[in-house]
């Protein structure tokens, strides 16, 4: 855990956040990863919208340029490994001549990163504590790995760009590829796609001659960079936002997911439940809702609490679709 791992290394290095420091904090992991650092002083690099929007309202500065010079850069890692390499570039960057804190757990894979970095730069501490590793090292004492550049791009099918990090982002997602297949050509009218991700039923949807519009919603800027890149049409409306809270401009007449059920690497439930009752709330008293999801999981009970009507209309042995309709949340408003 960070918090832990962030207080022996103020114990072992005081000097190293003495509070006229100037931070750079890249992807914190939760808002109280930020607990101990002054939004004066502390710029902050998220691709979430869930931890940009609560840490802009707490006064931080969530929108630095490349430019913006800081004293430390402290990077708690990401799962994808060239992510990771990316946000460490980014980090050195921002703090020509100071510290780099890097962080992670060792489940994540950090091991195998400060490995390759270890050859180039001294570090001046190196901590295992929480089941995870900490090192700090000045930026001037070494060069970066060879092998490392930033921002790699990734081509699917030659046909889409995606980036390191982003859901399925080398390979189009099988549920997804399943849910394509039994959306009807006859869709129309103004819908969204909920976690679009980098934009491969977003894409499909576009192409639909009775389709007026569609909103991409995802939490991740990244993604959604990619699916604007990935479907050039006015018909797109894209939207970085965290789906639970959106609300559409005006009721949709249909909505497509494939829900996430993961939240900070373990299974959360709940957060599916929430992409249907979100679907729910922006449909039309018709409207109709084609979701898929893993099989295993559970969404029958939610599913049936907010429509009138649902049922399974395909799918295999890993996956199941299913179309809901006529949504409990507007039937049940007063006229």
């Known amino acids: 855990m960070f918090v832990k791992r962030l207080s022996f290394l103020k114990d072992i290095f005081p000097d190293l956040f003495a509070a006229d420091k100037k ?11 930020l607990d101990h650092f002054n939004n004066e002083n502390t710029v902050v690099l998220t691709d979430d919208i869930r931890m940009y929007s609560p840490l802009l309202r707490e006064g931080y500065n969530c929108a630095p340029g490349i430019n ?11 799962k994808s490994k060239e992510l ?9 960057k921002k703090a020509k001549g100071g510290y780099v804190v890097i962080d992670g757990d060792k489940k994540h894979g950090i091991i195998s990163i400060l490995k390759e970095l270890e050859k180039e730069f001294s570090f001046d501490v190196k901590l295992s504590k929480a089941h995870g590793k ?5 930026t001037d004492h070494g060069l970066l790995p060879p092998t490392w550049y930033s921002r790699k791009v990734n081509k699917i099918n030659n046909e889409f760009v995606t980036v390191p990090g982003i859901f399925s982002w080398d390979h189009v997602d099988p549920a997804s590829e399943l849910l394509k297949h039994y959306l009807p050509n006859n869709l129309k009218g103004c819908g969204a796609d909920l976690g679009a991700g980098w934009g491969f039923l977003t894409k499909f949807l576009a192409k639909l001659e009775s389709v007026e519009q569609i909103y991409a919603i995802d939490a991740s800027k990244r993604a959604l960079e990619c699916a604007a890149k990935n479907c050039e049409t006015s018909k797109v409306k894209f939207v970085w936002d965290d789906v639970q809270q959106w609300k559409a401009p005006k009721p949709l007449d249909f909505i497509v997911m494939n829900p996430p059920f993961h ?3 373990k299974v959360d439930i709940k957060l599916g439940e929430m992409f249907i009752i979100s679907a729910a709330r922006n449909l039309i008293k018709d409207g109709n809702l084609h979701m898929v999801s893993n099989r295993h999981l559970p969404y029958e009970h939610i599913l049936g609490n ?11 042995n890993k996956f199941k679709v299913i179309l809901a309709e006529k949504p409990l949340a507007v039937l049940r408003k007063k006229p």
């Not at 913006?68 to 990401?78: F, M, Q």
């Not at 900490?134 to 000045?138: D, L, P, S």
């Open 23 to 33: 931070v750079c904090f890249i992807n914190p992991h939760y808002l109280t990863d």
């Open 68 to 78: 913006y010079n800081v004293d430390i850069s402290i990077i708690l890692l990401p």
């Open 134 to 138: 900490i090192v700090a090292f000045r």
């Open 263 to 265: 939240s900070n690497g």
């Open 84 to 92: 990771a390499k990316e946000l460490i570039i980014i980090g050195l």
């Open 306 to 316: 907010h429509f009138a009507a649902w049922k399974e209309i395909g799918g295999n």
